[in-house]
DNA sequence: ATAGGGTTAG
């Protein structure tokens, strides 16, 4: 039945027991048989009872060598038992020739494994989930996906063991349409979606970002495990609807599941993608009341989510209380001063990381590089690009280069920006051009806007944030004609400008706005108060700075428009809806607008609060008519 | 005969 006949011996043979001929292995395969058998452990008999009939019989008993392969302690140890089954033609027992695909398969002798089941003439679905499996198992998806296939086109039936692992296979690839696939087979071959079956789709829909039809599979799941409540929570928050986590969060407890630690370092990930301050404080207060562990990851993820709630001061408390960090933490604390305009305080850090005996990678780099472009440190920064390879063998990659275009952009010195992205020898992405691009607003420089211009469109560019840059500095410069093209351009291509949005947290409740938004129960109010705020503002000399609408309106209704940007109805609720003199947390999703920026500095001036501003870069603090970015941003 | 979830930049 087996092809495999003399398997034994080859695996004898790489078991390094050195026999070529039969002849030659039989007195070993004995010997084989006694310490296997002794290592065993069977404790089936006594001593007396050990006579060389009994071992005999016990070699031909199947269940001798699926007890042998349990006991086994490594690769060399199955491969004997192999050859002593081989030999005793015990191969053909289908769930002894199961067991050892499953054993190879364990000790990630894939070769082996399949080498064994590709010979076996019969297979039943343990064999199929054994193989497909084990390839999962060492990543091996493009075997595990082939394997399934056969299994399909032998007119096999897949089982609910088998499935998880190849919906797991297509999670990993987040290969969606893999996944759907065998979705459809559960149906098509009558499955029941198991627990199992079940858990393994929610997760492969969630990280394909499918979060919808993850969470349709969830609700129908009879027993909803704390991991899966994990995987859920997570894929929300990965999918941008981070407050749908938070409530997850809340029915999950609701429900009786207690959460891990795995589960809070998700948590605290949601809460830093939302941003927002209260809940911060109210998970952090759970992690100590629960007493738990601050360990590297969840400490790490702690530091992150203070930082992008935007009180870096917190962070660096988490970041000073964990006992042991890893480069992560350093470079989760570097990059948290980066984005709040502490590029000093981010360059002081690195030192200190480096003499506790922690070396950088490409992404503490980055983080620094960030920092100087945010500071305006612009030597500093120049000076770590240029010596990243020699001093701490990180080649600098786009994400580098980027960096450095910024942090050159941003002080005007755009040919050299330009030098350096020609001197590029990697492949170029969008982010590259688009930081030119954004430098080139900054700088209002038309000509160079173009050059990017022509390279993000030939790279078909997606991000409608690129074109609307672009039009706005066609706009800018009068070019109405080109603007009108660029709009052309992004319905041709199904692009459309994302919409702006700021929300803001009152009462443990978020409160979101777009333009000109009416819909807010206090609305009226909003728009009084921002009334009688542009009337103080116009005492103290401010003039709306229509230069960024992009528009080809008449200058009033530019006013208008400005007039009622998110973030200035968000900033308007919060001074009517909190106590006066409490700093005012406000995100936004796109870049704040210079008119806004202003807006902000003087009323931080005029009503005597800080505000504190998260956009889609970075925070701005506003106190006492300044911010912190010092208007280079 | 089955598992699975977690941290940093952009």
Known sequence: ?????????????????????????????????????RQTSLNLHNREEESSKFHFLQRLNPKFYISALVNCRNLTQVRQVHAQASVHGMLQNIIVANKLVYFYSYYRALDDAYGLFDGMCVRDSVSWSVMVGGFAKVGDYMNCFGTFRELIRCGARPDNYTLPFVIRACRDLKNLQMGRLIHHIVYKFGLDLDHFVCAALVDMYAKCREIEDARFL??????????????????????????????????????GVVPDK???????????????????????????????????ILGTAMIDMYAKCGCVESAREIFDRMEEKNVI?????????????????????????????????????????????????????????FSMWEDYSVGPDVKHYTCVVDLLGRA???DEAL?????????????????????????????????????????????????VLLSNIYANAGRWEDVAKIRDLMSQRRLKKTPGWTWIEVDNKSHQFSVGDTTHPRSKEIYEMLKSLSNKLELVGYVP?????????????????LY??????????????????????????????????????????????????????????????????????
């Open 1 to 37: 039945m087996f092809k495999l006949r003399d398997r034994g011996l080859i695996a004898l043979r790489n078991g390094k027991l050195g026999c070529c001929s039969a002849h030659s292995v039989i007195p070993i395969v004995e010997s084989v048989i006694e310490t296997q058998f």
């Open 218 to 255: 969830f609700d129908k799941m009879l027993e909803r495990d704390l991991v899966t409540w994990t995987v859920m929570i997570g894929g929300y928050a990965e999918c941008g609807k981070a407050n749908e986590s938070l409530v997850l969060f809340d029915k999950m407890r609701e429900e």
């Open 262 to 296: 795995v589960a809070m370092v998700t948590v605290v990930f949601a809460c830093a993608k939302l941003g927002a301050m209260h809940k911060a404080r109210i998970i952090d207060d759970y992690i100590q009341r629960k007493k738990f562990q601050l360990d590297v």
């Open 329 to 385: 933490s350093w470079s989760a604390m570097i990059a948290a001063y980066g984005y709040h305009g502490q590029g000093r305080k981010a360059l002081d850090l690195f030192p200190v990381m480096l003499s506790s005996g922690m070396l950088p990678d490409k992404i503490t780099l980055a983080s620094l590089l960030y920092a100087c472009s945010h500071a305006g440190l612009v030597d500093e920064g120049l000076r770590f690009f």
């Open 412 to 414: 005007g010195r755009l």
């Open 419 to 467: 030098k350096l992205i020609k001197s590029v020898t990697i492949e170029k992405d969008e982010g590259l051009w688009g930081a030119f691009l954004g430098a080139c607003r900054t700088h209002k420089d038309v000509v160079l806007a173009e050059k990017a211009a022509t390279s993000l469109l030939e790279l078909q560019s997606q991000n409608p944030g690129h074109y």
């Open 545 to 561: 700075d229509t230069n960024f609408v992009l528009h080809d309106v008449d200058e009033e209704l530019k006013i208008g428009i």
């Open 564 to 633: 009622a940007h998110s973030e200035k109805l968000a900033i308007a609720f919060g001074l009517i809806a909190t106590p006066e003199h409490t700093p005012i947390r406000i995100i936004k999703n796109l870049r704040v607008c210079g008119d806004c920026h202003t807006f902000c500095k003087l009323v931080s001036e005029i009503a005597g609060r800080v505000i504190i501003v998260r956009d889609a870069n970075r925070f701005h603090h506003f106190k006492e008519g300044a911010c912190s970015c010092g208007d280079y941003w």
